[in-house]
């Protein structure tokens, strides 16, 4: 399944699934995704930002470590940053949706505009809430329009709307410092070694600790194990590298993928659509950002 139309900005459509990925140029750093998924099925990964997903027709069936969830047509479905899920259709016809997945330096910004304590912001999975998702779709076709001042407005009204009503503060160490630290070592040794991993017998003698018991621990506190941790890192690379304008099949060399196929279908599994869709919408809008950006040139005033 896939493949991208000519405009380069769609993961292309097939049995009725279609994927648009795209980037406001006024908003370069908040990732925007519109689809509509039947069989397809994300698979188990996270996101280092926020995920707000409205659901616009059909049910979206998602797994959290707390258990299965399920969003249907006018709810928002919220994942926290770094918390590993997946995505499939909950019923037959399965499910359309726009998503917005802004940094956690942008949401927690406008909570301390908002008066709110510095803190990790958290959110419930699913939330119903008409008024805040009216706003998100509001701001979604701003975003689709390219109207940047609406957009940028718009995205802070709704955000601002998921933060007075719904976020809470979670107490208590998170991040990287808070891994035993075998789990820590091996997590870093698999980020920097994307392209020649250690079998799990030897990335254990590496940090200290036994097979076995170091894959149970590094599932339990990363939410993956380590193998589908490392694709999950490769992905995230790949990301990195296609946002500089490497092709794909370059990437894929750079990021230990066996090819372009390869990096193809982890890619779409993970983000939702192709890498080539997903660079496109990169370039578009470091494109419409340059082009928005005001010169600061001057001509015949410096005898230039």
């Known amino acids: 399944m896939g493949g991208s139309d000519p405009s380069g900005d769609t993961g292309g459509e097939v049995g009725g699934e279609v994927a648009r990925y795209f980037r406001h140029p006024a908003l370069p750093e908040v990732d925007l995704l519109r689809a509509r998924y039947v069989t397809h099925r994300f698979t188990r990964h996270a996101h280092p930002g926020h995920t707000f997903a409205l659901i616009e027709s059909g049910v979206e069936e998602f797994d959290l470590p707390g258990g299965p969830e399920r969003a249907g047509a006018g709810s928002i479905a ?39 304590p510095r803190g990790t912001l958290a959110f419930p999975a699913v939330l119903d809430d008409p008024a805040t ?20 407005s718009l995205l802070r009204i709704a955000l601002a709307g998921l933060l ?33 991993p250690p079998s ?12 076995f018991p170091l894959m149970r621990a590094f599932r339990e506190r990363v939410g993956l ?22 092709r794909p099949a370059d990437v894929a060399a750079r990021t230990g993928f066996a090819d372009q196929a390869h990096l193809t ?8 659509v192709p890498p080539g869709a997903y660079q496109n919408a ?22 230039t």
């Open 133 to 152: 998702a009216r706003r998100l779709r509001a701001f979604h076709r701003a975003g689709e329009k390219g109207d940047a001042l609406a957009a940028s």
């Open 282 to 303: 990169a370039r578009r809008a470091g494109d419409g950002a340059s082009r928005a950006r005001p010169s600061t040139e001057r001509s015949g005033t410096d005898g």
């Open 164 to 196: 007075t009503r719904h976020a809470r503060h979670v107490r208590g160490e998170a991040g990287p410092a808070a891994l035993p630290p075998a789990v820590r070592d091996a997590r870093d040794i698999l980020d920097a070694s994307l392209l020649d």
């Open 225 to 246: 194990p380590p193998h589908a941790y490392l694709n999950q890192a490769r992905v995230r690379a790949a990301r990195a590298l296609l946002d500089e304008g490497l």
């Open 78 to 116: 919220a994942v926290n940053p770094g918390v590993v899920h997946t995505g499939q259709a909950g019923v037959p016809e399965g499910w359309t949706y726009r998503v917005i997945y802004p940094p956690v330096e942008l949401v927690s910004g406008i909570a301390r505009e908002l008066g709110a």
């Open 265 to 272: 279908r982890h890619f779409k599994r993970t983000v939702g």
């Open 200 to 211: 799990l017998d030897e990335l254990a003698e590496l940090v200290g600790a036994r097979p």
